[in-house]
């Protein structure tokens, strides 16, 4: 994040009966444009392919994990060049458009983001027709041994992201999105207006870094679980999605299709397991006994 992540501005605070005027900080939200310049047919083209409302800052790595969660690359050297283009808007020089160069040789099938207009838009398009279209993009396979969590390691999570989320602290506005490894340590983080935005931050760094080894992860998120963020977990080939809110039905029926692991409500030292209980285990909270840690039986989800 950048300095430009938030901005100051006048308020009213009501305090019982008493009004006092004082300066709030509040998360910064812009369009971001993305324009994609490639080869067809022997022929360099432009094209712009979305727009989102997102928190400046960190704009390359959201849009190297769009373009990656959304199928149309698939490696870090599918990339040429990432850079800004037009005019700062103001003195505090953000700019609204990406321009992102793939290099000759890498075949662009936009028919890949009619997915992203389903899953973004509110027109009631149905369950089945998302996964249809979901099924343009390469997901992975997940390996089903990796990783074996303790229930121990889950529930401080989310107090771990709290703690590092540096903007949130001044805001009390944003997503966020973490990675962890399987003992619990926090690896990376991104913040964003939008969820699946600070996801997708989250991936980019790590494709820029050439570092999409992410089979024995975890991706932690502040909010809910939707398809579009099981969708994008799946893409990074990470096996286990944690949410401290909600999952919805499709995000369950897509996480079990795959052997996702999916939990939701991960609060309180409690959370339940939606998805690919079988990379769960208690925690065996005296070990001078015979008992050995047990996997969460599937059972339990009925």
Not at 87 to 103: G, I, Q
Not at 185 to 206: I, M, S, W
């Amino acid at each position: 994040m950048t300095k430009y992540s938030v901005a100051q501005v006048s308020v009213h605070r009501i305090n019982g009966d008493r009004i006092t005027s004082e300066r709030d900080s509040l998360a910064v939200e812009e369009p971001l444009e993305i324009q994609l310049n490639y080869e067809m047919e022997g022929e360099r083209t432009q094209k712009s392919i979305s727009l989102t409302m997102r928190t400046p800052g960190d704009d390359f790595e959201l849009v190297a994990g769009f373009l990656f969660t959304e199928g149309i690359i698939r490696h870090c050297a599918d990339i040429r060049h990432i850079t800004h283009i037009g005019a700062p808007l103001d003195e505090t020089n953000v700019r609204n458009t990406v321009r992102v160069d793939l290099n000759a040789g890498v075949t662009v099938n936009l028919k890949r983001l009619e997915r992203h207009f389903y899953t973004t838009s509110s027109c009631g398009v149905c369950g089945k027709t998302s996964i249809e279209a979901l099924e343009t993009i390469a997901i992975p396979g997940l390996r089903a041994d990796v990783p074996v969590l303790d229930a121990a390691i889950i529930h401080p999570l989310p107090r771990t992201l709290r703690a590092a989320q540096a903007v949130f602290n001044s805001t009390g506005g944003l997503h966020a999105a973490a990675l962890f490894d399987a003992w619990g340590t926090l690896l990376a983080l991104r913040e964003d207006v939008g969820r699946h935005n600070a996801v997708d931050k989250l991936v980019g760094a790590q494709l820029l870094a050439n570092y999409l080894l992410l089979g024995d992860k975890l991706i932690l998120v502040s909010g809910r679980a939707s398809f579009e963020l099981v969708q994008k977990t799946l893409a990074a080939g990470v096996p286990v999605l944690v949410a401290v809110g909600a999952p919805s039905s499709l995000a369950v029926e897509l996480a079990r299709s795959h052997g996702m692991t999916l939990l939701g409500f991960v609060r309180n030292e409690k959370f339940n397991i939606y998805s690919g209980a079988w990379r769960i285990r208690e925690t065996c909270v005296d070990p001078a006994t015979a008992c050995a840690a047990t996997f969460v039986s599937a059972e339990v989800l009925r």
